[in-house]
């Protein structure tokens, strides 16, 4: 049996503020302060956290791995700030038009994550922002949960009758996993 506890994060509207235009430098990458707090309180509860992003920047000529790997290391040195840390990152450079099975919202992203962590797709919350963050959590058996930030408005106006956790942030969305955890 698994005693691993994962949750599994997209990047862009969840842990930093997005960006139509794309985030193509780490000067454009702006946390969320809460989320980064929300980060620390689930690293502190046990949980493995895990981020599984589209970065099609890449694919479009607009960046290139050396820079996404900096954007990254900014990401790590902000979260260090406030004792949180990521234990896995995977990201997908695939442009839209040539997508593979990595590209969200296919599962390749997520199904290694959850064999790296040897945890269940079923006791796994997939938390994002947009309709490919849902789909992947679904096609892949984990638990969806949108979050407002980035493009979760505009999302949740896309969902019509939904049984959906939603939540403003990442942070209450947190909260309330770790409430339900005790």
């Known amino acids: 049996m698994s005693i691993n506890k994962l949750i599994i994060l997209d990047?862009?509207?969840v842990i930093n503020l997005d960006s139509d235009s794309y985030i193509k430098s780490p000067e454009e990458w702006v946390a969320i302060e809460s989320s980064l707090r929300a980060i620390a309180k689930l690293n502190?509860?046990?949980?493995k956290v895990a981020v599984a992003t589209n970065q099609s920047g890449i694919?479009?000529?607009m960046f290139d791995h050396i820079t996404l790997a900096m954007i990254h290391k900014k990401m790590e040195m902000e979260l260090a700030k406030v004792g949180?840390?990521?234990d896995a990152l995977e990201y997908c450079p695939d442009h839209p038009d040539k997508a593979g099975p990595n590209r969200k919202p296919n599962t390749g992203m997520v199904n290694r994550?959850?064999?790296?962590f040897d945890v269940k797709a079923s006791k796994t919350w997939f938390v994002g922002d947009s309709l490919s963050d849902i789909k992947c959590a679904e096609?892949?058996?984990c638990m969806p949960v949108l979050v407002l930030t980035g493009k979760g408005m505009y999302t949740a106006s896309k969902l019509l009758e939904t049984k959906l956790p939603i939540f403003s942030d990442l942070s209450f969305a947190i909260d309330e996993l770790l409430n339900?955890?005790?």
């Open 113 to 116: 994550l959850l064999k790296q």
């Open 11 to 13: 990047r862009d509207g």
């Open 84 to 86: 949180a840390h990521i």
């Open 180 to 182: 339900n955890d005790r």
């Open 59 to 61: 694919g479009r000529g």
């Open 44 to 47: 502190q509860a046990g949980y």
């Open 139 to 141: 096609n892949s058996g």
